[in-house]
């Protein structure tokens, strides 16, 4: 009987099933011993709790059932509940299910802390989490190496890195986890150094360890090195790049602005025979478009099986980078049509794509259209674009009304946009009171200097230019990054900063720059040139 049951729960298909082999269960259960009955009422809880076809309120009514659960049964709805991120008021919570557990006289095992270790990550709770600590050395358990590496991950992500890295030294076995736990959560906490530097150090790696690197410096901003890491990875014998190292790697070139290199690693995709998913074809998308190539983004965009509500709008992104805002309504109008609706996201790049082309009327439509049909509620962004658009056509009127109506209290992109269309027009007395308010609001901020600057030397007011200049100089004032910008040529990304650039590029351009002013000079150009100030 044990067997025959068994073997149904095994091959279940539906909670249909299982509620009918439930039901020859107790039916049978006189007939059979309790042991036995404890473990097929075991298995039906392990189905419930997760297979695709159970159900985590069966397995937690199947639960409260049991007279005596054992380690099993509570390890299994551990388990379950761990993956949970919102806290949890009932009884069935994870901790309180340990608590029940320990009370009930049994003692854990090196499959029940992982999972409450993992709850401590998903709802960020390292107090918790050090309590579990705790026990793991109380109960024997702190040499296991699962158990230790599920605690460097959680005190890496939680933002304890330096209690990670005393249990990761604590510990006398370690594997490849260990090491990818505490650089995940580097990463993830912006400790890109520490993170770059440990990577260097570790002896094994694999796919994990590298599309990890890769990603965290591609999203921290630092995507030079993370190509660099890629082609590293290229050489290396061990690990071959999969979709994830791709995704990251495209992102890198977006940011750079690469074309030859975004274009080679899409080469490079479809040579290593790896199928483009959703994710890395909107990732091209994404590129194609921020590198300037509109028509390259539109074939990737129309050959894509599959259009998700990310992937329709890094396209309209696209088109609004440069301005071609009837591409972009047009592709919503597709959008709809196909049936899938826009997001924040999406009317972020519609009213973006209205800035750029400098369409007040379209702007005004989207900004309703988004309210009164998608019932979406704009955010302070979509607040942003529309004062960018009015500053753009000279509004200010009518942008500074919608600033004052706004739900929420504008933010400094707001009233940068703002201020950036009052550089753009000159306007010199709403400059002067915006950059003055965004001054008192944060006076270590560089930029807001910088902008008043331009405004009084656009209207040649050179002695407001040297008053500001020279308060900026009083308050220890400077751009905390220094200006660079980047350039690819034959698929080497250049970078030129005040900090420096290679000595040789620096001469071929100073060449051609002088080569340039000559011939301009016997075209009869004249530069209208302003005294220094």
């Known amino acids: 009987m044990k067997e025959t049951l068994s073997l149904l729960i095994q091959e279940c298909k539906s909670m249909i099933e299982l509620k009918q082999i439930h039901s020859k269960i107790i039916t049978s259960s006189p007939h059979m011993t309790h042991k036995d009955h404890h473990f097929l009422l075991s298995r039906l809880l392990f189905f ?12 937690v009514s199947l639960f409260r059932s049991f007279k005596d659960p054992n380690l099993f049964s509570y390890n299994t709805m551990i388990r379950s509940s761990s993956s949970i991120k919102e806290k949890m008021v009932t009884s069935l919570n994870p901790f309180c299910l340990y608590k029940r557990m320990l009370a009930s006289g049994i003692q854990p095992d090196n499959l029940t802390f992982p999972f409450l270790f993992k709850s401590c990550t998903i709802k960020h709770e390292p107090n918790t989490g050090k309590t579990i600590h705790t026990h793991v050395i109380k109960f024997g358990l702190d040499s296991d190496v699962f158990v230790c590496n599920t605690m460097i991950y959680m005190y890496s992500m939680c933002g304890l890195s330096d209690i990670a890295l005393q249990v990761l030294n604590g510990m006398t076995q370690r594997n490849i986890v260990s090491w990818n736990s505490i650089l995940i ?6 400790e890109l150094d520490r993170a770059l530097s440990l990577f260097c150090d570790m002896k094994e790696r694999n796919t994990i360890t590298w599309n990890s690197i890769i990603t965290g410096l591609a999203q921290g901003g630092r995507p030079m090195e993370s190509l660099k890491i890629f082609h590293e990875m290229q050489r290396s014998k061990d690990v071959e790049p999969d979709k994830v190292t791709i995704a990251s790697v495209v992102s890198a070139c977006s940011y750079l602005g690469a074309l030859d290199q975004g274009r080679w690693v899409h080469g490079y995709l479809e040579g290593q025979g790896l199928k483009a998913d959703m994710v890395i074809q909107t990732a091209l998308i994404d590129m194609y478009g921020k590198c300037g190539c509109v ?3 539109v074939e990737v965009f129309n050959e894509m099986p599959r259009k998700d509500v990310l992937a329709w709008t890094a396209m309209i992104s696209a088109f609004a980078d440069h301005g071609l805002a009837e591409d972009a309504f047009r592709l ?4 709809e049509r196909q049936g899938t609706k826009p997001n924040h996201v999406t009317f972020v790049a519609l009213l973006s794509a209205c800035a750029h082309a400098v369409q007040v009327d379209s702007g005004r439509r989207c900004f309703d259209l988004m309210k009164r049909v998608y019932g979406i509620e704009p955010l302070v962004h979509h607040y942003a674009c529309l004062v960018d658009l009015l500053g753009r056509a000279g509004l200010f009127e009518e942008a500074e009304e919608l600033i004052k109506v706004m739900p929420m209290k504008p933010d400094e992109f707001v009233w940068g946009a703002l201020l950036g269309a009052c550089r753009m027009h000159g306007n010199v007395e709403l400059g002067e ?6 001054i008192s609001l ?5 930029a807001f200097y910088i902008v008043l600057s331009d405004i009084y030397a656009k209207a040649k007011q050179f002695e407001d230019v040297k008053r500001v200049r020279k308060l900026m100089g009083e308050k220890g004032i400077q751009k905390t990054v220094p200006g660079c910008s980047l350039i690819e040529v034959d698929g080497q990304i250049h970078e030129f900063s005040v900090r420096g650039s290679a000595e040789s590029v620096k001469e071929e351009i100073k060449w051609l720059l002088d080569m340039l002013t000559i011939e301009l000079k016997f075209a009869g150009y004249v530069p209208d040139i302003i005294e220094e100030f």
């Open 332 to 335: 919503l109008g597709e959008m």
């Open 433 to 438: 009171k915006i950059a003055g308010y965004l």
């Open 442 to 446: 944060d006076p270590q901020n560089h």
């Open 185 to 190: 959560g580097y990463l993830r906490c912006g």
């Open 295 to 297: 028509e390259r983004a």
């Open 48 to 59: 419930c709790a997760f297979s695709r076809s159970g159900s985590v309120a069966y397995s």
